[in-house]
């Protein structure tokens, strides 16, 4: 539940009144000229650079989509002021790779991420209420899905609002630098967890999308092991299932107050502990984890009987035996 002292009239809900319609812009709310004002989930720069127009999309009811047919109602005016800077200067960064990337303003590519994330869940959205219409019922959505949707969609809204994140992160974004193969696009969405990963170029990107920052403090130990080493692809794709698994594993709903000050919109991050003892993460199962990094590990035809072999230490190209992080060029494995 949101806490809301003197609402700023500008925010804008669409969870409110479930407004997932092709005549309003999706983050503003503001009623469009046309059906035809939209924009691709998936920016053009980036479907040209990897050929993906024509690639199929499989929404959660089993539907196929292109990644072209994937897009939101937007108002031209919204994307020519705050959205197009914002795809200029990621695809140009993209487009040198990694130390560009890493010069980046990490909330630029939560933004960016994040619109990503969110396009595809109203995607998803307006599938699902059409199919509920067709079968004569009305769509319906778990209170803990619509409270992170919603989440992710007010802090978006720093795009456009002068909305300031008050001492605390809504994120946690892992950055690294990947010995990829020419031309790779990897990408991933886990949309329940607000969990976004892409590999290209040269490097890949994970960001945990409404955690407060919390998973890159669970994994600290082996971050911290990493540093700022050039991971081979299989390492990167472990880190994706270890991020992947313990952002299932977390277990609070982050609450916030919103505070205007003047012509700001302060955020603030109510304590994660809340009134439970509980620790803020479920307990991490192997043999759950070992499915995870099997489906992650799909390129390398791993199966999970290989990764659990010993329960108690699965299979890991991050870490020898002895705990230290292994060279990239130390794996044999192919790209």
């Known amino acids: 539940m949101l806490i809301f002292a003197a609402m700023p009239a ?4 669409p969870f409110e009144k479930f407004n997932f319609s092709n005549r309003n812009c999706f983050l503003t709310g503001q009623q469009l000229i046309s059906e035809e004002e939209k924009i691709q989930v998936f920016p053009q720069w980036l479907m040209s650079r990897f050929n993906l127009q024509d690639q ?6 089993e539907s196929m989509a ?5 897009k939101l109602p937007c108002s031209a ?3 020519h002021d705050y ?3 914002l795809e200029n200067e990621i695809a140009e960064a993209f487009e040198r790779g990694y130390d560009a990337v890493k010069q980046l303003e990490e909330v630029k590519l939560f933004q960016w991420a994040g619109k990503l994330l969110y396009g595809i869940i109203f995607n998803e959205i307006q599938a699902g209420i059409r199919q509920q219409h067709n079968n004569g019922e009305d769509f319906n959505m778990s209170q803990a899905i619509i409270h992170r949707f919603s989440h992710l969609h007010l802090m978006l809204q720093s795009l456009n609002l002068p909305i300031i994140f008050d001492e605390f992160t809504p994120f946690s974004l892992f950055l690294f630098k990947v010995n990829n193969s020419e031309d790779i696009f990897g990408y991933r969405d886990e949309i329940n967890t607000l969990t976004f990963s892409l590999r290209i170029k040269d ?18 130990e082996v971050l911290a ?3 700022d080493e050039l991971l081979h692809p299989i390492q990167f794709e472990e880190m994706n299932a270890r991020l992947f698994y313990s952002a299932y594993l977390f277990n609070r709903l982050p609450e ?6 003047n012509e700001d919109i302060y955020i603030e991050a109510m304590p994660l502990r809340g009134m439970s003892s509980k620790p803020l993460f479920d307990h991490w199962m192997n043999k759950t984890y070992g499915q995870v990094l099997e489906n992650f590990w799909k390129n390398w035809g791993f199966l999970l009987l290989e990764i659990i072999k010993d329960p108690e230490h699965p299979v890991s190209y991050l870490l020898d035996k002895e705990g230290e992080f292994i060279k990239a060029n130390d794996i044999t494995l192919a790209l």
């Open 10 to 13: 500008q925010i804008y809900n």
């Open 56 to 61: 199929p999309f499989k929404l959660l009811d």
């Open 66 to 70: 292109t990644y072209k047919d994937l």
């Open 77 to 79: 005016q919204i994307n």
């Open 83 to 85: 959205l197009e800077p």
């Open 203 to 220: 490097f890949g990107l994970i960001i945990c999308l409404q955690d407060n920052g919390t998973n890159r403090n669970y994994h600290h």
């Open 225 to 227: 092991k990493m540093g």
């Open 256 to 261: 916030y107050n919103i505070l205007p000050v």
